[in-house]
C-alpha cells in the first residue's frame, strides 16, 4: 500500500527553521518526481517546491515566495523527502503536505505555525 507520511511541523518564532519529513512507504519515492504543497488557512492548495526523479537527474524548483529559504532533498536509503525550512514567516503558516506528482496522492499534512 502506498504510504506518504508527513511530520516534523510545529510552532516557530518568526525567522526560525523547521525540517519537514515525508516518509514514503509501497513505492520507491526516488523514481517519481515528489513535491511539497502546502494550504494555508481559508485558501487553496499552493505548491511549494519539487524534486523530479533520479532519471530526471533530480531537478530542483521552488516557488518564488519561498526560494532562497526552503531546501528540498531526499534520502532514497530511507525513501524519505525533506523540506529545510529556514528564514520562517508568518506567512509561510499552513499545513505542509508531501505529493506524488504521478498521481497528486498527499499524506495527511503537519501543521506549520509562525508566530511570535
Known amino acids: 500500500e502506498v504510504q506518504l507520511v508527513e511530520s516534523g511541523g510545529g510552532l516557530v518564532q518568526p525567522g526560525g527553521s523547521l525540517r519537514l519529513s515525508c516518509a514514503a512507504s509501497g513505492f520507491a519515492s526516488g523514481f517519481f518526481a515528489m513535491s511539497w504543497v502546502r494550504q494555508a488557512p481559508g485558501k487553496g492548495l499552493e505548491w511549494v517546491s519539487t524534486?523530479?526523479?533520479?532519471?530526471?537527474?533530480?531537478?530542483?524548483s521552488y516557488a518564488d515566495s519561498v526560494k532562497g529559504r526552503f531546501t528540498i532533498s531526499r534520502d532514497n536509503s530511507k525513501n524519505t523527502l525533506y523540506l529545510q525550512m529556514n528564514s520562517l514567516k508568518p506567512e509561510d503558516t499552513a499545513v505542509y503536505y508531501c505529493?506524488?506528482?504521478?498521481?497528486?496522492?498527499r499524506g495527511q499534512g503537519t501543521q506549520v505555525t509562525v508566530s511570535s
Open positions: 505529493r506524488r506528482d504521478m498521481d497528486s496522492r
Open positions: 524534486i523530479k526523479s533520479y532519471t530526471d537527474l533530480g531537478t530542483i
